[in-house]
């Protein structure tokens, strides 16, 4: 098993460059430690964001100004929301990032993001068609990088003429490709294509599990092998001296981000997806960690844990730590994610899907 962090930034509001600062600093310790991959949330603005809330809208800038200061981390984004924005822009902003990246560190992370209408009708554009919009823009975004003639693109939702995209990738023979998407389609072709599935930490185990199973089937019909490696999955993950010390930690902040997310319906997507009644008020993560959705506590709890999720899941390739978070001070988000390096991912590494 492989280890990184989805750096799934949602802080307080102070300024923006406050909360980029955190998120950067996380990325550099995960680099340290010997982490191997970052994903980096795209959260773009909503109406109950304003006043409460940091998000980063363009990851792939971050990413630019992390690259200086790690050595060996892979970042990507989790997700671009490639379905926003012309896939000549984004096939070009790409391959700058993977050039300025040094070559073999860049993951072109993919998808539609969180299902609101909003981001699609700023931007003039219908949310329904998303979908397909998304998946005509790969094959637009992979003629860009791998055509060195000009070429005219005709489709159903883009159009192009006399299309030049410069730079090309400097990762040969191909960008890593990532995508979170549930959709069918997108599993059996990203799992045909040999691109890694994401899955989100809101997702249940079962969901998981049968996610996995459906990219593997298409996978190994298309020839792969051991393709549950391919598989990344995230999870909310948090070490301390007990498991109530990590609950305590955590309590305020998890209350705050709670009473932002109710009302992007955030509470009603839990209860469809667990079953879950989360509490608006200091109780949430109680009931967050009941369900099993907090992993908190000592190594040896958090260990037997992930162990259990990651049977009742059916495997994976790479274990992502969520990050991201104003969770107590930056001094103890940090030793959580050192003792997890220390004395969890030693005992969980071992462990392969095939």
Partial sequence: ???????????PHTTAAQTYEEDIQEIVLADKLGFKDAYISEHH???????????????EMMMCKTAALTKNIRMGAAVKL?????????????????????????????????????FSEERGM???????????????????????????????????????????????????????????DMIKLSAERGYIQLSA?????????????????YALAAGKKSPKRNISV????YLADSEQDAIDDLRASVAYETSVQNQRGFLK????LYGLEVPNNETAIDSYVESGYYILGDSNTVTEKLKKFYDESGGFGTLLVVTGKDWATRE?????????????????RHLDPK
């Fill in 1 to 11: 098993m492989e280890f990184g962090i989805f750096s799934n930034g949602f802080r």
């Fill in 201 to 217: 930490f809101l997702e249940p185990t079962e969901s998981v599990r049968k996610k996995g199973e459906k990219y593997a089937r």
């Fill in 234 to 237: 995230s999870r909310i993950i």
């Fill in 269 to 272: 997507m839990l209860k469809n």
């Fill in 126 to 184: 219908n949310f329904k068609n998303r979908h397909a919009r998304l998946k005509e823009s790969l094959d637009f975004i992979l003629k860009c990088w791998n055509e060195d003639e000009p070429f005219d693109w005709n489709g159903e939702h883009w159009k192009g003429k006399n299309v030049i995209a410069l730079p090309k990738p400097l990762t040969k023979p191909q960008i890593p490709m990532a995508t979170a998407s549930q959709s069918e």
């Fill in 45 to 59: 603005g909503e109406l109950p964001y304003i006043g409460k809330v940091d998000t980063i809208p363009a990851p």
């Fill in 332 to 348: 103890k988000r940090a030793n959580s994610m050192q003792l997890f390096m220390e004395q969890v991912a030693p005992k969980l």
């Fill in 82 to 118: 490639v379905h926003l924005h012309h896939p000549l822009d984004v096939a070009i902003q790409s391959a700058v990032i993977d050039h300025l990246l040094g070559g073999n560190r860049f993951i072109f992370g993919y998808g539609t993001g969180f299902p609101t209408p909003l």
